[in-house]
């Protein structure tokens, strides 16, 4: 059984839709050991608590630098012993020491078709404003590993939505979630889980 800890910083509907798909069967031979939020306000806490799922905040404001913060995921992570961290609208840059550590066991949803709308700046709802910006016809999600460049890992499934002339950043980022994030976020999951996923020289391999 694989275990997974999800990290995430908001809302928490990625986190929602990763529970739903592993209780209806979905996601097959994963558990959820624990969530962890940067931000003790975050609504992904109280639905992890609402499914009985351990939680637990790591503020950057509760350490007085960068590095003791770093130290303290590192050392929570490390005591959980994940195989797989899936970073489910985590928006904090992730300690070095994690991504060599967990190399090729963190995985991150991105709201856009990598490698457009992404990298530094481009988190939650800047995505869509810089997609409805530059009138692109399609935008969607991406999940991806995560290596030490930002949205730079190999990717793993993408899915397309079609942009619409009236919409808003929050409605395009509602439609992206709905027709794209909560569907490929779940079954990259549950393709880790069965060991159909394949890192080849950079690019993933389903099998
Ligand atoms: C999601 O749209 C996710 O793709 C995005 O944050 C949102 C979190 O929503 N992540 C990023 O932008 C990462 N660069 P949620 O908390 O409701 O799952």
Redesign the pocket.
């Known amino acids: 059984m694989l275990n997974v800890v999800v990290m ?8 929602e839709a990763i529970i739903k798909a592993i209780d209806s069967g979905k996601i097959k031979n994963a558990r959820i050991s624990c969530v962890i939020s940067n931000n003790k306000g975050a609504f ?1 806490l109280e639905r992890a608590k609402n499914h009985g799922i351990d939680s637990f905040c790591i503020s950057p404001k509760d350490y007085s630098n960068r590095s003791s913060f770093n130290q303290a995921l590192v050392s929570k992570l490390d005591e959980l012993a994940p195989d797989l961290i899936v970073l ?2 985590f ?1 904090v840059v992730i300690p070095e020491e994690l991504i060599s550590h967990f190399e090729n066991r963190i995985i ?4 856009s078709l990598i490698p457009s709308f992404c990298g530094k700046g ?3 709802l800047k ?1 869509h404003e810089g997609v409805l910006a530059r009138g692109v016809k399609v935008t969607g ?1 991406t999940v991806h590993f995560v290596d030490s460049g930002t ?1 730079t890992g190999p990717i793993i499934l993408q899915k397309p939505v079609l942009v619409k002339d009236d919409d808003t950043p929050e409605v395009l ?1 509602r439609r ?2 709905e027709e794209a ?1 909560w569907q490929i976020l779940p079954e990259a999951i549950d393709l880790i889980a069965s060991g159909r996923v394949k890192v080849e020289g950079g690019r993933v391999r389903i099998l």
Do not use: R
Not at 8 to 15: A, E, K
Not at 108 to 111: D, F, K, R, S
């Open positions: 995430v910083s908001g809302g928490g509907t990625n986190l992904a489910a609208g928006l991150n949803i991105h709201p481009f988190y939650g995505v999600a949205d980022q992206v979630m994030e």
